[in-house]
T-cell receptor, first 115, second 114 residues
Framework: AQSVSQHNHHVILSEAASLELGCNYS??????LFWYVQYPGQHLQLLLK??????LVKGIKGFEAEFIKSKFSFNLRKPSVQWSDTAEYFC?????????????FGKGTKLSVKP | DTAVSQTPKYLVTQMGNDKSIKCEQN?????MYWYKQDSKKFLKIMFS???????INETVPNRFSPKSPDKAHLNLHINSLELGDSAVYFC?????????????FGPGTRLTVT
């Protein structure tokens, strides 16, 4: 069965610090990979996605992620965080060609940015 | 324009009641989903519905029944509500479900069962 692991439950950073959130998945086939963000009290918004091609993908708000197939990883990065980046971040994967089409989510990483 | 909308946003009800949550998408997508987010923020798929085919997640109690009157709507009906049903329920939609696609999420419905 597919699964997604996010290594950090809660990350606390000061503004301007660099961010890297880990995500690993388990699935032997081809996958689509996503990072979603959930700001306090709001719905999930897509930060970035990887389907194929360049393994370094850029998303909104200065976020990027790198797909490393050999490590089954899709880590999220941002060079300099802002207080407004305080939110919950979810890594998700779905199997290409799967019959259900649903996303498998990691348990989320809460990011708190201190001003 | 709201792409995926849900009503109500908040729902407070007592144990044993039956309630429904409505979802509508105006993106022209052919696939819709229901996810449950528990108190620890963990998101888990409940159902996916593609072109009138319902894919049931076997871990979902049969008190939960999705109903899709057309491709733009997927409602969630819950019978005999229990305390453990308290959660945030998210609806989502996508075009296709097997290859390259992304899901768009609604704002969520916070269900509280007392």
């Amino acid at each position: 069965a597919q699964s997604v692991s996010q290594h950090n439950h809660h990350v606390i950073l000061s503004e301007a610090a660099s961010l890297e959130l880990g995500c690993n998945y388990s699935y032997g086939g081809t996958v689509n990979l996503f990072w979603y963000v959930q700001y306090p009290g709001q719905h999930l918004q897509l930060l970035l996605k990887y389907f194929s091609g360049d393994p370094l993908v850029k998303g909104i708000k200065g976020f990027e992620a790198e797909f490393i197939k050999s490590k089954f990883s899709f880590n999220l990065r941002k060079p300099s965080v802002q207080w407004s980046d305080t939110a919950e971040y979810f890594c998700a994967v779905n199997a290409r060609g799967g019959s259900q089409g649903n996303l498998i989510f990691g348990k989320g990483t809460k990011l708190s940015v201190k001003p | 324009d709201t792409a995926v909308s849900q009503t109500p946003k908040y729902l407070v009800t007592q144990m044993g009641n039956d309630k429904s949550i409505k979802c509508e998408q105006n993106l022209g997508h052919d696939t819709m989903y229901w996810y449950k987010q528990d108190s620890k923020k963990f998101l888990k798929i409940m159902f996916s519905y593609n072109n009138k085919e319902l894919i049931i997640n076997e871990t979902v109690p049969n008190r939960f029944s999705p109903k899709s009157p057309d491709k733009a709507h997927l409602n969630l009906h819950i019978n005999s509500l229990e305390l453990g049903d308290s959660a945030v329920y998210f609806c989502a939609s996508s075009q296709g479900m097997g290859q390259v696609y992304e899901q768009y999420f609604g704002p969520g419905t916070r269900l509280t069962v007392t």
